[in-house]
Nanobody, 112 residues
Framework: QLQASGGGLVQPGGSLRLSCTAS??????MGWYRQAPGKQRELVAI???????NYADSVKGRFTISRDNAKNTVYLQMNSLKPEDTAVYYC??????????WGQGTLVTVSS
């Protein structure tokens, strides 16, 4: 249902762009969570089909979430990356009154 891409290795201060394409009808909410080693999964950013967005405080001003409803795709532009952004990033999508879907996860490593 969800196919994510765009992870990789980047130096501190660098940028990456994640993409996640969903199959089927449009999702009310799409977004990204992440899970670092030894930590719980946490919200990074979400966006609604109407364009509302919500960000974790730790990424505000550095990450930008956007979506293309025609393509059923959500993007996460990550700038000024820090080592603490290292994690597996999971795409998330949900329709109203339905259980959420999760992507397979894509690893982002921020290291010099």
């Amino acid at each position: 249902q969800l196919q994510a891409s765009g992870g990789g290795l980047v130096q501190p201060g660098g940028s990456l762009r994640l993409s996640c394409t969903a199959s089927g009808s449009i999702f009310t909410i799409m977004g990204w969570y992440r899970q670092a080693p030894g930590k719980q999964r946490e919200l990074v950013a979400i966006t609604t089909s109407g364009g509302s967005t919500n960000y974790a405080d730790s990424v505000k001003g550095r990450f930008t979430i956007s979506r293309d409803n025609a393509k059923n795709t959500v993007y996460l532009q990550m700038n000024s990356l820090k080592p603490e952004d290292t994690a597996v990033y999971y795409c998330y999508a949900k329709r109203s009154l339905r259980a959420p879907y999760w992507g397979q996860g894509t690893l982002v490593t921020v290291s010099s």
